[in-house]
């Protein structure tokens, strides 16, 4: 009973603080139309009266939309989640490789399907190697530790994605944090950091709530002038960035200068679930005799791999998908400049819709919301005071009446609220 109430309370605080976090029911395949279970209104359940992250309950929690609804907030970049041909390669996989393995992989746990996928994975990326985990937060929870000792230095971005900070939390290394793009504060850890054996550069390659991708360019040519190496983390950039999709190095032109690169099959690459690492063949073997994540978690369910498997092999054999994908964005987010929003980040499909004030971001999402689009408002504490905003994101599954319908939607509401003259 005692703990009972302890924990009431701590949700009671959470909902207090406006951070509570409502889960919506699809009654469908993800992508750009869902159906939502239970139809419209309670489609989220009565569990929370949403203030902040999800500011469509009323006061009893329940919701009043509508159940068919275009969806915006996927990272279904691609739309490869429900892609006919991925979902045939899941069954075929399952059907011949079976449910799973009850195993880790260097117990009895290593199907050619394993294999296949790391050998595809690495050659995708033009690097030596790579290795499977059940997800990108198990691949960077289990690489800083394994590489990094206490004479090794790690120089982080402020705003890493929280795998990021809680893998490096895990190892030993001297911590270092720069402002978040920041040059001039990177070289001055740079600078600080010489003292020790190895310094490790980590940055997310895009960042998730800006839209932004880091400055890659730069922080390769510090990373040699200081004798660093460099890690990214490619989840929202793998299958998409870079004239091949190969991400934010190929963007840069800096794949020869990036050392270690983590991504998940979980958002562009199929949607289903599983991360990876890429990079040296010695740094991957040492992953797999070392990486706690690895060694101690079950191999990746085969029909799993066989849809990152097939993801693959689509953008391989042509990016006329990630195209569609740029030029949607880029309509959206022309259209949406047009219309006088001003839009975070520059051509990434995570589009943030600028707006300020907490309020105006949730009521504007609820409206959205009710006009059948579905967009998520953040504000703080999920970002910076004075910077909410909605963040609408693109995919290559969306038509160009989709993309119109949205920037209707937010034009209206904007004139309604006042966020547009
Ligand atoms: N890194 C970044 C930047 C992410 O956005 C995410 C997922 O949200 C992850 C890592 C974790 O990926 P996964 O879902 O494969 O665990």
Not at 116 to 143: M, P, T, V, W
Not at 184 to 198: P, S, T
Not at 259 to 280: D, E, Q, V, W
């Amino acid at each position: 009973a005692q703990l009972r109430r302890r924990l009431e309370s701590e949700l009671e605080d959470i909902r207090g603080a406006g951070t509570w976090k409502n889960e919506r029911v699809i009654a469908s395949r993800q992508g750009p139309h869902l159906r939502l279970a239970g139809g419209g209104a309670g489609a989220y359940g009565a569990a929370g009266r949403a203030l902040g992250f999800f500011p469509r309950c009323d006061a009893r929690g329940s919701l009043s939309v509508p159940a068919g609804i275009l969806n915006f907030c996927a990272n279904n970049y691609l739309g490869l989640s429900s892609h006919p041909e991925v979902i045939r390669a899941a069954v075929e996989a399952l059907e011949k490789f079976g449910a799973g393995l009850s195993s880790v992989r260097f117990i009895c746990g290593t199907q050619s399907i394993h294999k296949d996928l790391e050998e595809k994975i690495a050659r995708f990326h033009q690097r030596e190697d790579a290795i499977l985990y059940a997800s990108c937060f198990d691949a960077n929870a289990g690489i800083f530790e394994a590489l990094l000792t206490p004479e090794d230095a790690v120089l982080s971005d402020e705003l890493n994605h929280a795998s990021i900070i809680d893998g490096i939390r895990l190892c030993k290394a001297n911590k270092y944090r720069y402002k978040h793009m920041d040059m001039q504060d990177l070289e001055a850890k740079l600078q600080d950091a010489q003292k020790h054996r190895l310094r490790l550069v980590a940055t997310d390659g895009a960042f998730s709530m800006d839209g932004d991708i880091a400055p890659l360019r730069e922080i390769c040519h510090l990373a040699q002038k200081y004798d660093a190496l460099v890690f990214i983390d490619e989840c929202h950039a793998t299958g998409f960035l870079g004239p091949n999709g190969r991400g934010t190095d190929e963007l840069l032109g800096v794949m020869d200068k990036v050392t270690i690169i983590n991504s998940t099959l979980g958002k562009a690459l199929g949607g289903a679930a599983g991360g990876y690492t890429t990079g040296p063949k010695p740094l991957i073997d040492l992953l797999r005799q070392r990486s706690r994540p690895y060694l101690f978690s079950n191999s990746l369910p085969p029909a799993v791999v066989g849809c990152a498997s097939k993801a693959l092999d689509l953008l391989m054999e042509s990016n006329a998908i990630a195209q569609s994908m740029a030029a949607k964005t880029q309509r959206f987010r022309s259209k949406m400049t047009a219309a006088g929003f001003t839009i975070s980040g520059k051509d990434h499909p995570i589009c943030p819709v600028m707006l300020g004030d907490a309020r105006l971001a949730a009521v504007m999402a609820e409206d959205i919301l009710n006009r059948g689009i579905y967009v998520i408002g953040f504000s703080y504490p999920v970002v910076p005071k004075g910077k909410a905003r909605i963040r609408v994101q693109i995919s290559a599954v969306h038509s160009d009446e989709d993309i119109d319908r949205c920037v209707e939607a937010f034009t209206e509401v904007g004139r309604k609220h006042g966020a547009l003259p």
